[in-house]
């Protein structure tokens, strides 16, 4: 059903529950399994004035996702991964469409319930919201 995965990481915990089910349902569909990491730019700053800075957090989201990769890899699901600059949301909506993503699989932190609207502006929802492809939310 799915040949093309993308999984946003933000290296939380909730994303563990997003990699296995990417992992799930890569096995069972035959699919590939993109890693993204987005690193949030600093508005109002210009990226060579800050290249060094984010240099440094690419490295070391490149260290932890040849890791994630290397696991999936593992579990006998072909995956790669993907590094970007900029706002997470439209990054990873951005990133879906070029890549021409089947599905999105990303970790979502729980609502309150007495305060619904506080997630309104939570990245997995702005991504459901936005994107063109099915986007499966792992709480």
Known sequence: MFSRLLVP???SEQNEAAIEIAIETARRDGAEVTLLHVIETIE??????????????EARAAAKLSALTERVAG????????IVF????????????????????LSSH????????????????????????PVLLVK
């Open 110 to 133: 729980r609502v309150d319930r007495d305060h619904p609207a506080l997630g309104l502006g939570t990245i997995s929802y702005q991504v459901a919201i936005v994107a063109r492809c």
């Open 44 to 57: 109002h700053m210009d990226f060579e004035e800050m290249a060094d800075f984010y240099r440094k957090l």
């Open 75 to 82: 579990a006998g699901v072909r995956a790669r991964y993907e």
């Open 9 to 11: 990481l933000d290296f």
């Open 86 to 105: 900029g706002k997470r949301a439209a990054s990873i909506v951005q990133q879906a469409a070029a890549s021409q993503t089947d599905l999105i699989v």
